[in-house]
């Protein structure tokens, strides 16, 4: 089952992907993940990335869709996928089911976590991430045991470079501009569902798989 989710930067859609994957046994593919990890290993695409995502803009579609057909090459797509960060335009949504029908397949899912800008603000202001597996925490809604420290791993968390008020505020602008085309497009396509994501995550993640199982 081939699910995208869509939502603003702090909606939970990381949060969720990752206890999606775990529960219907797919593989996450999140394409800031994949930009952050190229950032980190100091790669051609990271280096040109890196600017662009710090200021909260679009990393070029080009980059992006090259990597993101480079990672469908995986044969551990084979019985689907939870894509998280991919499509944020409309050209974005046409290239991934370009991406997809050369490989014959098709997006199946596509669930919309909607989020108040008071909520998102204070998730993104509080968020913290593992440097080992990519774990994510907030200081008060999801904390993790030890100050500092990963649960599952014991890797040093860390706050994301465009966590700040300035970034996050311009990734929300981005997003807004973006994404009622997107909504339309898979409204269209009768694939589309909405969601509360303001509600608590195990809520959340109880109404992601039951729309999963009522599509498949
Ligand atoms: P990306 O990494 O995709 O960032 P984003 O879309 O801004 O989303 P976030 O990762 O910030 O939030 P999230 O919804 O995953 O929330 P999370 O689960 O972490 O992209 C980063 C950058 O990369 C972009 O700005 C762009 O530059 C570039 N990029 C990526 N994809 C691209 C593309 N397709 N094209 C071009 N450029 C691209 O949760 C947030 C916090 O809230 C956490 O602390 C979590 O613990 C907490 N939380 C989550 N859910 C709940 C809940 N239900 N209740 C309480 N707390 C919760």
């Known amino acids: 089952m081939y699910i995208v989710l869509l939502g ?7 949060t969720q992907s990752k206890n ?17 990890q190229n950032v980190k290993d100091g790669t051609e695409l990271g280096k040109q990335a890196k600017g662009i995502m710090d200021k909260g803009l679009l990393v070029p579609d080009e980059l992006v869709a090259k990597m993101l057909d480079e ?26 089911d370009q991406i997809m029908a050369s490989k014959g397949l ?3 899912l596509v669930v919309y ?23 994510l925490y907030h200081v008060t809604n999801m904390p ?10 014991q890797g040093a968390l860390y706050q994301r470079s465009d966590d700040n008020e300035v970034t996050v505020s311009k990734r929300l602008e981005v997003y807004k501009k973006e994404v009622a085309s997107l909504i339309e497009y898979y409204t269209k396509a009768k694939k589309l ?14 109404q992601i798989t039951d729309l999963a199982h009522k599509v498949k």
Do not use: M, W
Request: glycine residues 12%.
């Open 113 to 135: 976590l909607d989020s108040s800008d008071k909520v998102i603000i204070e998730r993104l202001g509080g968020r913290l991430v593992c440097s080992k597996c990519g774990a």
């Open 193 to 206: 569902y909405r969601l509360n994501a303001d509600l608590e995550a195990g809520v959340v993640l109880n």
């Open 106 to 108: 098709s997006v199946d």
């Open 71 to 96: 990672r469908f090459n995986n044969p551990d797509i084979k019985k689907g996928f939870i894509l998280d960060g991919y499509p944020r335009t409309l050209p974005q949504a046409g290239t991934l």
């Open 144 to 153: 993790p045991k030890a100050k500092d420290l990963c649960d599952k791993c």
């Open 8 to 14: 603003p930067p702090g909606a939970g859609k990381g």
């Open 20 to 36: 999606l994957a775990v529960k219907l046994g797919l593989p996450h593919i999140s394409t800031g993940d994949i930009l952050r």
